[in-house]
């Protein structure tokens, strides 16, 4: 599976920007398909996850209420829509898919379990 992320830019404190990951190579069925995030000296951040079959969701506390994950089965992309962005938003986003879910029935926060991901994309919140 290969994954390409896009979206990520520069936007002021409360805007908004919608990052993309484009699956290809294989199918993505019964995954979990996550997004993580990661600033310098820190470790990588679980985001949110969508569960590719049922649209199943879990968010971080930080973002809950504040962005949403999901899926278009038709072009076979997942997409995160983040509203209300803060400066602690600033990182790198990656996304990620986790095929280990198709032998358990819950979406897992540790980067660990996702097996495959993308190049990253840049998300800068200033003013």
């Known amino acids: 599976v290969q994954l390409q992320a896009s979206g990520g830019g520069l936007v002021q404190p409360g805007g908004s920007l919608r990052l993309s990951c484009a699956a290809s190579?294989?199918?993505?069925?019964?995954?979990?398909m996550g997004w993580f995030r990661q600033v310098p000296e820190k470790e990588r951040e679980f985001v949110a996850a969508?569960?590719?079959?049922?649209?199943?969701?879990l968010y971080a506390d930080s973002v809950k209420g504040r962005f949403t994950i999901s899926r278009e089965k038709a072009f076979n992309e997942v997409s995160l829509q983040m509203n209300s962005l803060k400066p602690e938003d600033t990182a790198i986003y990656y996304c990620?898919?986790?095929?280990?879910?198709?032998?358990?029935?819950?979406?897992?926060?540790?980067?660990?379990?996702?097996?495959?991901w993308g190049q990253g994309t840049q998300v800068t919140v200033s003013s």
């Open positions: 990620a898919a986790d095929p280990s879910l198709v032998f358990r029935d819950y979406l897992t926060r540790m980067a660990s379990a996702y097996e495959y």
């Open positions: 190579g294989s199918t993505v069925n019964g995954y979990g």
């Open positions: 969508i569960a590719w079959s049922s649209g199943r969701t």
